[in-house]
Every structure is written in C-alpha cells, then in structure tokens.
C-alpha cells in the first residue's frame, strides 16, 4: 500500500486517512484550525471561541468571565459551542434590542 497521505493530499480543514489501496480526507473537528487526526485533541490550533486545555481545544464558556459579556438590563448570557448569545431574562422580552417586562 502506498501512503497517499504522506503527499498531504487534503484541504487545510481536513486530515487524511490513509486506506488500503486508497486514501480519505475527513474533516477536522470544529474546534479545529487544521489537524492530524479525529477529534478535538487532534487541533494544530484552536478555533475562536475554544483553547487549548490539557492537549485538546474545548469550549470557553464566555457566561463565567470575570468581565459581562451580555450587558443590557434583565439579560442573561447563554453559552453556546465555540461562542455565546444574549437572551432576555425570564418575564422580559425584547422589543428593539431592549428587554422589556412581559
């Protein structure tokens, strides 16, 4: 079996899984910029909104930075994979970018 993969034959998202007779490219995690593998301990660097904690990217989970990210009154901060969004509190809706009581 010759090994395609030693050409780096895939795109820079991907990494490249060497089969018999063949290869396959297979897209990295979404945590990823570039890898060599499967998962997200596999990252030649980490994607915005993740960073790089005991060899693998996870997400940072922006809700419990010392400084508010979701700064408008009665608004509560939800994290989401790799980022996060502002959401009125319970009883609150939002009316033109401000969270006004129900």
């Known amino acids: 079996d010759l090994d395609e993969c030693a050409a780096s034959p895939c795109k820079d998202h991907q990494y490249c899984l060497n089969t018999d007779g063949s290869f396959s490219c ?17 990252c030649k660097a980490c994607t915005s909104g993740y960073v790089k904690e005991d060899d693998k990217c996870t997400d940072i989970d922006e809700c419990n930075l010392p ?17 996060y969004k502002c959401v009125c509190s319970e009883g609150f ?4 970018g401000t969270c006004v009581q129900t």
């Not at 297979?26 to 998962?39: L, N, Q, R």
């Not at 400084?67 to 980022?83: A, L, P, R, Y």
């Open 26 to 42: 297979k897209a990295c995690d979404a945590s990823c910029v570039g890898c060599t593998g499967e998962g997200s301990e596999k």
């Open 93 to 96: 809706e939002d009316k033109d």
């Open 67 to 83: 400084e508010k990210v979701c700064t408008k009154e009665n608004q509560d901060c939800v994290n989401t994979s790799g980022s």
